[in-house]
Nanobody, 121 residues
Framework: QVPLVESGGGLVQPGGSLRLSCVAS????????MGWHRQAPGKQRELVAQ???????NYTDSVKGRFTISRDNAKNTVYLQMNSLKPEDTAVYYC???????????????WGQGTQVTVSS
């Protein structure tokens, strides 16, 4: 499996911003679907955001208008810009990559190691 390396998590106050990065060891043009799931302690993992190779994006309702996903093919990197963060956004965020382009995702081929996002005053 191709490694997906995540970074950008940390501690931020409510209303603050973070930018997550997910760097693939290979050309992300090979992946028609990339994005993030998140999992809070004791909760099920949920889809946060997804972007296809054509640039179409999909977001869970709770982050619409606050989060923006983008991809830079030259850098083999997908970004998740998170603004107006809320305590409810606290979770471990896991990057994913898949071959199939569909909204919502129907296939997950690779996963990152996870990065912790904590929103607290």
């Amino acid at each position: 499996q191709v490694p997906l390396v995540e970074s950008g998590g940390g501690l931020v106050q409510p209303g603050g911003s973070l930018r997550l990065s997910c760097v693939a060891s290979g050309n992300i043009r090979n992946f028609n679907s990339m994005g993030w799931h998140r999992q809070a302690p004791g909760k099920q993992r949920e889809l946060v955001a997804q972007i296809t190779s054509s640039g179409s994006a999909n977001y869970t309702d709770s982050v619409k208008g606050r989060f923006t996903i983008s991809r830079d093919n030259a850098k083999n990197t997908v970004y998740l810009q998170m603004n107006s963060l809320k305590p409810e956004d606290t979770a471990v965020y896991y990057c994913f990559a898949g071959i199939v382009a569909s909204l919502p995702p129907r296939r997950y081929d690779y996963w990152g190691q996870g990065t912790q996002v904590t929103v607290s005053s």
